[in-house]
């Protein structure tokens, strides 16, 4: 079975660009979380998509967006990026609903530095 | 609200023993642990409930407190194999779906 596959795994923007960060779920998984890593603040939640909805947002500013698709693979977006939004961006893809067994399989991530 | 780890980073001889701590303030559905080695993706390792369920690795054990919204991860007899950063990821009571909070991570080390 096919783990979490995330494209690109490198990137270098320029400040004020936008990105777009994709990311396939495992066969089957029906729920994609994003997260950002970086040293000082370790992994933030920023959104969890579910059927196509929306589930839950972290706090991240309205410049961080995300969807789904119908076959569960997700994207996330990141307009007029800044220095800051470098870090390492993880998709987690899990079954279903949230349930008490459910575990969450991370993906390599996107490195992302903005220069 | 961040739980709180400890310790932050800890170095053992392989064939020690190591304790990871994570403590939240929130009232808790669950506790995911993961490793993570360096410049690759979090792995799974165990996930504890409320009211003692546990399901995960056969080699490491772990410990979950309801009343003091603790939970412990026990490494014993450690391993080359066991070095990286642990992190624990929590679920509250109320909603959140797939969401996890995670806490800032304890770097393990082993060394020979």
């Known amino acids: 079975k096919a783990g979490v596959t995330q494209t690109p795994r490198y990137l270098i923007k320029t400040r004020g660009q936008q990105v777009t960060l994709s990311c396939s779920p495992i066969s089957g998984h029906r729920s994609v979380s994003w997260y950002q890593q970086t040293p000082g603040q370790g992994l933030q939640f920023l959104f969890e998509y579910f059927s196509e909805t929306q589930r839950n947002k972290g706090n991240f500013p309205g410049r961080f967006s995300g969807r789904q698709f119908s076959n569960s693979r997700s994207e996330m977006n990141v307009s007029t990026l800044e220095l800051g939004d470098s870090a390492l961006y993880l998709c987690?893809?899990?079954?279903?609903?949230?349930?008490?067994?459910?575990?969450?399989?991370f993906g390599q991530g996107t490195r992302l530095t903005v220069v | 609200q961040q739980p709180v780890q400890s310790p932050q980073a800890v170095i053992l001889r392989e064939g020690e023993d190591a304790v990871i701590n994570c403590s939240s303030s929130k009232a808790l559905y669950s506790v995911h642990w993961y490793r993570q080695k360096h410049g690759e993706a979090p792995i799974f390792l165990m996930i504890?409930?409320?009211?003692?369920e546990q399901k995960g690795h056969d080699k490491i054990s772990a410990s979950f407190n309801e009343k003091k919204q603790q939970s412990s991860l026990y490494l014993t007899a450690s391993q080359l194999s066991y070095s990286g950063t642990y992190f624990c990821?929590?679920?509250?009571?109320?909603?959140?779906?797939?969401?996890?909070?995670f806490g800032t991570g304890t770097q393990l080390k082993v060394e020979l």
């Open positions: 987690a893809s899990s079954l279903g609903t949230g349930g008490p067994y459910t575990e969450a399989f």
């Open positions: 990821g929590t679920r509250g009571v109320t909603g959140g779906g797939n969401k996890l909070t």
């Open positions: 504890l409930l409320k009211g003692g």
